[in-house]
């Protein structure tokens, strides 16, 4: 079992930053692919940002290229998701994910590692941004 506790949500201006920082429990931090999802009220969950167990391979959604930054420490059991010029779009409860599997999808295997399957969930850290 894996315990994810994510930290460093809150409120801030559009154009603002924040980072999120997900500290986990447990041994085989470092061979996990990590994950930062988000959902907003009436929207389904997505992909934000996601890394792979070495950090070589990074994944971003569309709408925070540019903008936001995954990075992990291994040595500390952490994954950190650093977001400069917020939107008031970017609202919304952010998640960690660890230990993602692949999936098949459409009868392939997916590429992308936030099309994964994640087997760990933390408690969710809400971001606030107020235009």
């Known amino acids: 079992q894996v315990l994810l506790v994510e930290s460093g949500g809150g409120a801030v201006e559009a154009g603002g930053s924040l980072r999120l920082s997900c500290a986990a429990s447990?041994?085989?931090?470092?061979?996990?692919?990590l994950g930062w999802f988000r959902q907003a009220p009436g929207k389904e969950r997505e992909g934000v940002s996601c890394?792979?167990?070495?950090?070589?391979?990074?994944s971003y959604a569309d709408s925070v290229k540019g903008r936001f930054t995954i990075s992990r420490d291994n040595a500390k059991n952490t994954v950190y998701l650093q977001m400069n010029s917020l939107k008031s779009e970017d609202t919304a409860t952010y998640y960690c994910?660890?230990?993602?599997?692949?999936?098949?999808?459409?009868?392939?295997?997916?590429?992308?590692?936030?099309?994964?399957?994640?087997?760990?969930w933390g408690q969710g850290t809400q971001v606030t941004v107020s235009s």
């Open positions: 447990g041994s085989a931090f470092d061979t996990y692919v």
């Open positions: 994910a660890a230990d993602g599997i692949p999936k098949e999808i459409g009868g392939s295997w997916s590429l992308d590692i936030c099309q994964y399957d994640y087997n760990y």
């Open positions: 890394i792979s167990w070495s950090g070589a391979t990074t």
